[in-house]
């Protein structure tokens, strides 16, 4: 497949990201399917570090999720290691899948003098062929006695057809010193997370207990990464990680300065990830209120957010609100046409069960040209609310997975 | 907008269809959108008809469909009428939507001498404008004394963004004579109907009460009209009528020549909205056997259908079974990696959770060249069946919705 070139919504560069003590990283060049260019992915983790995931839900997921759900729970505070590798999922590859995860997961711990039980594996790329675990482990001594990388290093090497190397962070000023928060994140195509979203990492040096950091973890992922989407598709590998490596300040509660820099990290990783959107030209933020309750809300932004006619207006620059209403309609959430008021940007579109008097279409048209729209829906039945993020569907979309034979 | 090319799955002509006995057909031009081209279609039926319908279950669904749904269960054989305007789909219209139905149904019941609770009407086209009731009134008189209108004609004037006219139809010889049952559809985008599609209106110059007409049809939508998608988007409008005269022979049985005459044309119907599809090159039927109960088969295959990347690999002509077990992974059905079976037309794709043996790539991207295909997949856990049809989804797909302004 040719290179792509970076989505018009990417930032103007990685962003400056700080240490986190505790976490050291390392990259390397495995030639599982890429060729020059590095695929494989290591953080190792210093012992007192507890860790937090949530992973797709799909029937269908990968060896390497199967083998993390079975360890995530896992109370203890040993060191511990993410390792990922790009351009091969492992994920429906049977019997054979397992027995890599098993080789490359035994392979690393001796490396590292780590329980296997610590080691977290991912695998990104390719479905349905066999993992070549020999090469992924034969790059193992390289990555534990070989350079530091850095964030972006890290964010490039796991990368499969994003356009750009996604990263986020947050440093908080406590009374016993600083936090800081680093994550990175992949992903661009296969995009509906049902519990997180392609691969995502996040560190941080705070101490923090596991069942604590496992609720925020799980709390903020359904509010950032499962409230994205590219193409409604889910991944079968869909996985994200969290370490506190615990050399840092105590956090001991849901609220506060921390939890809110968990929060935004995770949520700009997770816009960043719908910013690299397959052929991506519009970030989109649906924001749905007044539902019956949060479900509900759920049910019609994403209903909005994934309709492949509200996507195809977005790109067309087409103030096309009648398919939003559409796309309410048909989302099974309980909605009454003649209490919805709809909004574009700052612009009310309807209300009432019809056209606003006061609507002008050149005004919906002019908004429709910006790069970043927010559409609003207020169902007027009650406190239910909910805000996702999407991206336009556009030629780039069919391109990159029609045109080109994967 | 330019007019389209005609689907490259379309048939080779309009078929050759039976008149209906006690079935009159009327078409108009009322300039409701379209210019210089018929946009009104009458049907009336004759004293001793007895009715059935579905509806689209969308919570926005358009003023029309309500005012059908309140007279659908009427038990009386009166005569009939089922009025189509193209151009306004009266939807998202408020008050004045309400005012618009009566106002036709008012009118087109003086005309023709019958209560106002035995006229439907629908309206598609454009959501969220004003119909101008006026203007469809304004050919009553020439409908109702003007020449009778063919099948085909009847075809086109319901017509919006279809690429061609879609009818089918069925003779059944019976002890008592032949009974004759014809239908016409219009629709090939916002397709993926929750209780029938767009619109489909058969007929049948059968006498068959009306508790068994509505079970028979309800029962044929189910796996006709409900399961077939172009866009996964659902349309405010989806109304599928069917009248029996009464003229022709009795059925009384659920089973037998006439109920499977019956599903035919509803099938056949169903099939031709997908062949004309908006930017569909591929017409692809998706078998799921072997899950755990049919919704689970249905959420499985609907899956599959609906699924982007499924879709534009079939556009892409790749035979990316990665896809496949990604979707039914998501589908929500419950679903065992190893114990999937998946073929692609008569070639076994993947067994056991990996990849058959005997599977050849080339054999595969032969297959996919082809224009009509067939996926399969067997979940291997239960009795559940269920197959659904949809097309691929191609750059002609975006140029249809996001180049051009609606």
Redesign the interface.
């Known amino acids: 497949m040719a290179q792509l070139p970076v989505s018009p919504l990417a930032p103007a560069g990685f962003p400056s990201m700080p240490a986190v003590r505790g976490v050291r990283l390392a990259v390397a060049e495995a030639g599982v399917r890429y060729t020059d260019r590095t695929d494989v992915m290591l953080a190792t983790l210093a012992p007192g570090s507890t860790l937090a995931g949530v992973f797709?839900q799909?029937?269908?997921?990968a060896a390497p999720v199967l083998d993390c759900e079975t360890k995530i729970g896992d109370e203890s505070t040993e060191g511990a290691a993410f390792l990922v590798n790009a351009g091969n999922?492992n994920?429906?590859?049977?019997?054979?899948?397992q027995q890599a995860v098993a080789e490359i997961t035994d392979a690393l711990a001796a490396q590292l003098g780590l329980p296997p039980r610590r080691i977290f594996t991912a695998s990104t790329g390719?479905?349905?062929?066999p993992l070549p675990a020999g090469r992924v482990t034969a790059v193992f001594d390289s990555l534990a006695k070989g350079p530091d990388a850095t964030w972006e290093d890290a964010a490039r090497a796991i990368t499969t057809t994003d356009t750009f190397a996604k990263g986020a962070s947050r440093v908080i000023e406590t009374p016993d010193g600083p936090i800081h928060i680093a994550g990175i994140a992949k992903g661009s195509?296969?995009i509906?997370p049902?519990m997180a979203t392609m691969l995502a990492y996040v560190f941080t040096d705070a101490q923090i207990a596991r069942p604590l950091l496992q609720e925020m973890v799980a709390h903020f992922a359904a509010i950032t990464f499962n409230a994205i989407t590219v193409?409604?598709?889910?991944?079968?590998s869909d996985t994200l990680l969290v370490a506190a490596t615990g050399i840092g300040p105590k956090v001991t509660s849901t609220d506060g300065p921390f939890a809110e820099a968990l929060y935004a990290v995770m949520r700009d990783l997770a816009h960043l990830v719908v910013r690299d959107g397959e052929g991506a030209t519009k970030f989109v933020e649906v924001r749905v209120t007044g539902a019956v309750d949060v479900p509900d809300a759920k049910r019609a932004a994403l209903a909005i957010a994934?309709?492949?006619?509200v996507k195809?207006?977005i790109?067309?620059e087409?103030p096309?609100?009648?398919?939003i209403?559409?796309?309410?309609?048909?989302?099974g959430?309980?909605?009454?046409?003649?209490r919805?008021t709809l909004h574009l940007g700052p612009h009310l579109l309807?209300e009432?069960?019809?056209?606003a008097a006061s609507y002008r279409e050149e005004e919906g048209a002019a908004y429709m040209k910006r790069a970043e729209l927010t559409l609003s829906a207020d169902l007027g039945l009650g406190p239910g609310a909910f805000t996702a993020w999407t991206c336009?569907?556009?030629?780039g979309?069919?391109?990159i997975?029609?045109?080109?034979?994967?």
Chains 1, 2 share one sequence.
Not at 91 to 97: E, K
Not at 306 to 309: G, V
Not at 325 to 331: D, F, H, N
């Open positions: 797709t799909s029937a269908t997921r999922a994920a429906f590859t049977g019997v054979a899948g390719v479905i349905g062929e195509g296969m509906a049902d193409d409604s598709d889910t991944s079968t994934n309709s492949p006619l195809t207006a790109a067309g087409d096309n609100w009648g398919r209403v559409m796309a309410i309609g048909k989302s959430a309980r909605a009454d046409r003649d919805l309807a009432n069960g019809q056209l336009d569907l556009t030629h979309y069919i391109a997975n029609a045109d080109y034979r994967s």
